[in-house]
């Protein structure tokens, strides 16, 4: 296999995997909850669906990182992950701040996969190092 396929085929299946990490954890969620004594408002997500999703994409960057580079991982799991985060958001709001969050998680998605996808690619060269 060329390099080049390699790469390829690294970038799509980093892609299924963050968006299925997306659609597995957030994707399904249905809306606002309204807490009937206090009329307090949240959502859409519950936190254990933000860890959870948050967890998993540490997985695989860390996975990603180890068999290709930060600079093939990082991209793809940021564009990925903002991407079918915007387009849920971006139907169900009328305010327009959708904007601001997509802004947030692509800044949020791209340090967290560059920081462990960089990490498990210096942990794996560390251990082909030569007298190891």
Avoid: C, H, N
Wanted: hydrophobic fraction near 55%; avoid cysteine; charged fraction near 10%.
């Amino acid at each position: 296999m060329t390099k080049t396929t390699r790469t390829l085929l690294g970038g799509l299946l980093l892609a299924a995997a963050t968006v299925g990490a997306w659609w597995a954890w957030l994707g399904w969620e249905s809306g606002y909850t309204v807490d009937p004594e206090t009329g307090a408002t949240s959502g859409p997500y519950a936190v254990w669906q933000v860890a959870a999703a948050v967890l998993t994409l540490i997985v695989i960057a860390a996975v990603g990182g180890w068999f290709w580079s930060p600079w093939l991982v990082a991209p793809v799991m940021t564009v990925a992950f903002t991407a079918v985060w915007a387009a849920r958001a971006a139907s169900t709001d009328d305010s327009g701040l959708w904007a601001v969050g997509a802004a947030m998680v692509a800044i949020g998605t791209a340090l967290g996969a560059t920081v462990v996808s960089g990490v498990a690619a210096w942990l794996r060269r560390r251990g082909d190092a030569p007298g190891r």
